[in-house]
């Protein structure tokens, strides 16, 4: 099942939409419980604010804490809330409850108890007589400030989540302090603090609204899912136009240069990839159309040699069958000069083709390369003599040894000697010179008038490629030396380069690294 761009994308920008959609609901939901959280307890402190004013009335009333009974100090703050509860529901200005009888007495804990009637509303100053005891109701007694009990908090409802200390953090009343952090307020008498209220924040916010609010939050969750969907397709389609134009283009023109259209070009328009990819398309058809240009010239041309030789031996066969000719011995030499110059050009064809494929034969040793090239220009001298031709070399290199192969390296020269020897007009001059620096050694085979001109320079070593086909022809030339040469000198590590000769001619020279020398 062919699973189209469009469709990855769709799933790519839809599963990147939900992602950042679940992860902010998430984040937002965690916000929402914390601050929900922070915001009840700031609310459940300012609803303390009548419990601090009674603490610090009874504070300057009792001229300390003393006034809290020793025991059941947890649940004095929740019988405290109740009482002022009592006393806002009666009517009455609240008042602190009477003074605790010393500790020793023993009518104490029935003082204490006393505290939380409703004779406590009585004016306080002087304190009044301490009132008969009343039963403290029962936490689920009538509905008191703070004292509902939470049905998601639980056994963590605002009375017993409150925590009384003194001005210097010791407990006195409420939730003993544990790991629970905790809210604190002060309780100020006279201009200081002389306690602290604290309130124990819950696992979960007690507020119905952070519910409330999540619950619609989840209820919303259908329309961000169905929104992300819609933006992953406008998305989707937008990316998809964008890329699939080029995409598309790029396989038209793949499937045209398979199919032999060479000449294939791409719009290279784009600054991104896909107008990378599209320029690198054209290069590739361009080299392509090079290549495919290069093997019709190549087998035209050597369809084209091969061709002339024969048809040479042809005719003077032809003749000699005939009785036109008879088989004279210049006959024969004529005939043989085709046979060697169709041998040649094979021996050349077949040199090539095996460097081309990596397959040429060299056995590279080391080798004094301008003692070589000087025994090489030595058997050409009778014939550059006969051909007028002064000879001119140059001193020998500090260090000359490299490392080729000979056989290689005597056909590299003659070659090049022999196409100095048939292109420079008589009366002119070829001299040998080289030079060795930076781990190189340059070989330089200069020959006078006529030159070359600078835009064949750089065709010179193409196969088959001659400034003067028809000169070119009659010397005998094929346009293969040169391109033989550079073939085999690449495959030994060197290069061929060809340049205008301070003689007026051609000037070729050979660069090849020299071995390191020993001591």
Avoid at 67 to 83: H, S, T, Y
Avoid at 451 to 478: K, M, N, Q, T, W
């Amino acid at each position: 099942m062919k699973f189209s761009i469009g469709h990855r994308l769709f799933v790519s920008v839809l599963l990147a939409i939900l992602a950042v959609a679940a992860g902010a609901v998430f984040l937002l939901r965690q916000n929402v419980l914390a601050s929900f959280g922070d915001y009840a307890v700031g609310i459940e402190l300012d609803r303390l604010d009548e419990l601090s004013a009674a603490l610090a009335r009874q504070y300057r009333t009792h001229g300390g804490w003393a006034f809290i009974p020793a025991d059941g100090r947890q649940a004095w703050i929740a019988r405290e809330l109740e009482r002022l509860q009592r006393v806002r529901e009666s009517g009455l200005p609240a008042a602190p409850p009477a003074p605790a009888a010393p500790p020793a007495a023993p009518a104490a804990p029935a003082l204490h108890a006393a505290a939380a009637g409703p004779a406590a509303a009585l004016p306080a100053d002087p304190p009044a007589p301490p009132a008969p005891p009343a039963p403290p109701p029962p936490l689920s007694a009538p509905r008191v400030l703070g004292a509902d009990i939470d049905p998601v908090a639980g056994p963590l409802s605002l009375p017993r989540r409150i925590t009384l200390f003194d001005a210097g953090g010791g407990y006195l009343a409420g939730r003993p302090p544990g790991a629970v952090p905790l809210a604190r307020r002060a309780v100020e008498s006279g201009g200081r603090t002389v306690g602290w209220i604290g309130v124990a924040r819950g696992a979960r916010p007690s507020d119905a609204m952070a519910y409330a609010f999540l619950e619609q939050l989840h209820s919303s969750l259908w329309l961000i899912f169905a929104a992300a969907v819609g933006l992953s397709a406008l998305a989707a389609i937008g990316l998809a136009r964008n890329f699939r134009r080029p995409i598309g283009a790029l396989e038209d023109g793949a499937r045209q240069l398979a199919e032999g259209r060479f000449e294939t070009r791409l719009p290279a328009k784009r600054s991104d990839e896909l107008g990378d990819l599209a320029r690198h398309f054209n290069a590739l058809a361009s080299r392509l159309q090079g290549a495919e240009d290069a093997r019709r010239q190549w087998v035209a041309d050597t369809s084209h040699e091969l061709r002339t030789p024969l048809a040479v031996l042809r005719a003077q066969l032809e003749a000699l069958q005939d009785g036109v000719r008879s088989a004279t011995p210049d006959t024969l030499d004529a005939m043989l000069r085709q046979v060697l110059a169709l041998n040649k050009l094979i021996d050349e064809l077949y040199a090539l083709a095996r460097a081309d494929v990596g397959a040429l034969d060299c056995r590279p040793l080391p080798l004094d390369l301008w003692q070589l090239a000087c025994v090489q220009l030595d058997a050409f001298a009778e014939r550059l003599g006969a051909a007028g031709l002064a000879l001119d070399v140059g001193p020998a290199p500090a260090h000359g040894t490299v490392l080729a192969d000979p056989d290689r390296m005597r056909q590299v020269l003659d070659n090049l000697l022999e196409n100095s020897l048939r292109y420079t007009a008589p009366g002119g001059r070829v001299a040998l010179h080289a030079q060795a620096e930076r781990g190189r050694l340059q070989l330089h085979l200069d020959d006078s008038a006529p030159g070359v001109p600078d835009a064949a320079l750089a065709r010179l070593g193409e196969r088959f490629y001659r400034i003067d086909a028809s000169r070119s022809r009659a010397h005998g030339g094929a346009g293969l030396g040169l391109a033989l040469c550079r073939r085999l000198l690449e495959a030994q590590g060197a290069s061929l380069a060809f340049g205008q000769s301070p003689l007026g001619g051609l000037r070729v020279t050979i660069t090849i690294p020299t071995l390191k020398e020993t001591a």
